[in-house]
């Protein structure tokens, strides 16, 4: 319980000044760093999901069972061109599907709601119109959407898939009781 309640309390103080939601100009310089670095334009940020393994929790059934075939929760993340992760979602069941932690994710329910304050639809570099709007994107896990792209045979695109995750690739050991909302839910930021 003391890990818990210590990780709650370091949340409650530092959430806002380290992992505060970007506004519109923030999320312009975001994309201009893709732009310059991946050559993808009006990209706001890479999204994925990533299984952490985990033992299986006691009497937890196959809630945490995957498609891989071993018992994980699910870190969802949003993150920059500069590797940074801007949103995380830690702890959804294992059995439970990227697109669908996204769905269910406070950072998926802001972009279904535009809610994200992201800026204006803009034209594309070397072009005057049509006004294109911002975009995230993901694997083909992912549904397409306004607001979210998925990879194609782009270099652009290619060269921006590589900043997903460069982190997790990491081995990451983190507990298998962080699916409670006051942990797992963060909101967008750094």
Known sequence: M?????????????????????????WKEIADVFQQTCQFPNCAGAIDGKHIRIKKPVRSGSQYYNYKKYFSFVLFAMCD???????????????????????????????????LDLPEHTALPGTTSPAMPFVF?????????????????NRGLSLARRVRFWHTRQQMAISPHTHSPQIGDCHIGR
């Not at 003391?2 to 923030?26: G, N, S």
């Not at 896990?141 to 045979?153: Q, V």
Request: aromatic share 12%; proline share 3%.
């Open 2 to 26: 003391i890990i818990r309640e210590t990780c709650v309390a370091i949340w409650d103080a530092l959430h806002a000044a380290v992992m505060a939601q970007p506004h519109k100009e923030q």
């Open 137 to 153: 994107f993901g694997d083909k896990a992912f549904a397409l959407g306004e607001n979210l792209m998925r990879p194609y045979s």
């Open 81 to 115: 061109a500069n590797y940074s992760f801007r949103y995380i979602d830690v702890g959804s069941y294992g059995s439970r599907s990227d697109s669908a932690v996204f769905a269910h994710s406070e950072f998926g329910k802001m972009l279904q709601d535009k809610a």
